[in-house]
């Protein structure tokens, strides 16, 4: 996983400050409803996902929340020629959700590719969450950038074997790509998940004993700007909501 340039202000935050994004975030979306504020936190959550440099990974996520949309809207329109009530609702009904989805995305992948699992096992840890919370939930955070290392190798190797991973090879040889693809990509999840879990206990995570940094981490300009900036534009664009 490469790492954050020093002159990069995302590369200042601390691994608290991330989360506190992801957290504010998504409960901000649960009662932004307009169709704008949901724009303006999307546009928002991009610029940050940005930052972090890791853009194919993000170009290859809101592609796949780009096609779950295509496939959403596919079916409304046959679902609107059986109730044509349906179309009456307004297009921001459909659009909302993918919107909430694209946020969190942006948010949780930021979070995922620049932290590393004993980092956010200690801080989850300090908010004093029991360990059958804190161990899952920094597994999960970190088996993103596992698995999509895990998808590179395995589609290496089937170009190795002759077969080109593409939209056209999914549709036409779906056999091959539960073959190929599918089952080798489950394997490889579970045993990733294992082998995170299992590093994490032996980095003695599951101690009772308080853990202590060699060098303690303290919020700086960098965090206390980022975390004042998603409270004002998470609570102006609820407060919004009735202008917009």
């Known amino acids: 996983m490469p790492v954050l340039s020093v002159n990069n202000p995302v590369a200042r935050l601390d691994i608290r400050t991330r989360m506190l994004i992801c957290l504010v975030c998504s409960v901000g979306i649960i009662f932004i409803q307009s169709y704008g504020a949901l724009i303006v936190m999307t546009l928002a959550s991009l610029g940050y996902a940005l930052a972090h440099g890791r853009l194919k990974v993000l170009a290859v996520a809101w592609c796949g929340v780009g096609v779950m949309f295509g496939m959403a809207m596919a079916c409304v329109q046959i679902m609107v020629v059986f109730w044509p009530g349906l179309g009456e609702s307004g297009l921001s009904t459909f659009i909302n959700p993918f919107l909430r989805v694209l946020i969190l995305v942006n948010t949780i992948l930021a979070l995922a590719v620049s932290s590393r699992i004993q980092d956010i096992m200690a801080s989850l840890k300090s908010f004093g969450l029991p360990f059958f919370i804190y161990l899952p ?55 990733s998940a294992d082998t995170l879990s299992v590093a994490a206990e032996l980095k003695g ?5 308080r853990m202590t940094r060699i060098s303690p981490n303290r919020p700086n300009v960098w965090d206390i700007t980022a975390a004042v900036s998603v409270l004002l534009l998470t609570s102006g664009s609820i407060i919004a909501e009735g202008f917009l």
């Open 137 to 191: 939930t920094a597994v999960m955070v970190r088996f993103i950038p596992e698995f999509i290392n895990d998808v590179k190798l395995i589609r290496e190797s089937m170009q190795i074997k002759g077969f080109r991973p593409g939209l056209g090879f999914v549709t036409f040889h779906p056999f091959l790509v539960i073959r190929l693809l599918v089952v080798p990509l489950t394997i490889r999840a579970l045993r």
């Open 205 to 209: 995570m599951d101690s009772a004993v």
